[in-house]
């Protein structure tokens, strides 16, 4: 397990970066996976072990199917891409979520990326794709039925497991790009007494400096856990007006 925090993302503003600029929403997406490949690059120099983004929701499914399996496609080819330069850069890939609904070629790259990165002992890198944090929960305690009081860690290792993920931390900073705050069914067990961040850069635009920035933002707050402490840092920007749209 590689040292050093674990930072979940929310990749969201894709389609708004796109259709701000007359572009199909296809190409803020093809904008967002190279927004990953860039916070993938930077996460190690930011003291990050394990970096989780949420790249296709269960939800998600709701979208046209074109933007779907163009979104596969990315998928796709971001996992075979990305494996070359994570079996020299050792990173481990681990794609966490449901297998069973996916494209034939989409496990087989998922397969492929896990299998020949194993060894990567600098950065876990955790893709969510079709992935419900309360689906997992329930598929959880499915299995946990009859251990009538299963401890936290014999849950948390049921939850692992049903997604396919290898062991990792809790997660210490959970980041939206995209100015919604919300957290759209992710990592709701895992992010229990995770830090939140809510930022208005759409995720095409994401990048090294803002991944760093969120790093010192996380380190400036006292992390209590429950405990008594001095009062929470101060909320770093106002409540906004909210509306309700689910994704
Ligand atoms: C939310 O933006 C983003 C997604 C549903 C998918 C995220 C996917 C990527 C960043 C590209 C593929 C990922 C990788 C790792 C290769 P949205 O479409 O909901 O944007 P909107 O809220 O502006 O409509």
Redesign the pocket.
């Known amino acids: 397990m590689p040292d050093g925090l674990h930072v979940a993302l929310?990749?969201?503003?894709?389609?708004?970066?796109?259709?701000r600029r007359g572009l199909p929403?296809v190409t803020?997406?093809?904008?967002?996976?190279a927004?990953?490949?860039r916070v993938v690059e930077a996460a190690p120099h930011c003291g990050i072990g394990v970096l989780s983004?949420?790249?296709?929701?269960a939800d998600?499914w709701r979208?046209p199917p074109g933007?779907v399996s163009a979104?596969f496609r990315?998928?796709g080819?971001?996992?075979r891409r990305e494996v070359l330069r994570a079996e020299m850069e050792g990173v481990r890939v681990n794609v966490v979520g449901r297998r069973d609904r996916l494209p034939a070629a989409l496990r087989h790259a998922i397969d492929d990326a896990e299998r020949r990165t194993r060894g990567g002992g600098r950065l876990l890198l955790r893709?969510a794709v079709d992935y419900s944090a309360r689906d997992a929960i329930r598929r959880a305690a499915a299995c946990c039925a009859g251990d009538e009081a299963p401890t936290r860690e014999a849950f948390a290792a049921a939850l692992a497991a049903v997604d396919h993920a290898e062991p990792a931390p809790p997660v210490d900073l959970l980041v939206r790009a995209?100015g919604?705050q919300r957290l759209s069914d992710f990592l709701l067990w895992e992010s229990a007494y995770a830090e939140l961040l809510f930022l208005d850069t759409?995720?095409?635009d994401f990048g090294a400096t803002d991944l760093a920035q969120a790093v010192e933002a996380y380190r400036r707050r006292e992390r209590r856990f429950g405990g008594a402490g001095r009062p929470a840092a101060v909320a770093l920007r106002p409540a906004l007006t909210v509306t309700r749209?689910t994704?």
């Open positions: 929310v990749m969201d503003g894709n389609g708004r970066w796109a259709e929403r803020g997406h093809r904008a967002g996976a927004a990953a490949r983004l949420y790249a296709f929701s998600n979208r933007e979104l990315l998928l080819t971001f996992l893709l995209g919604e759409p995720w095409p749209r994704g």
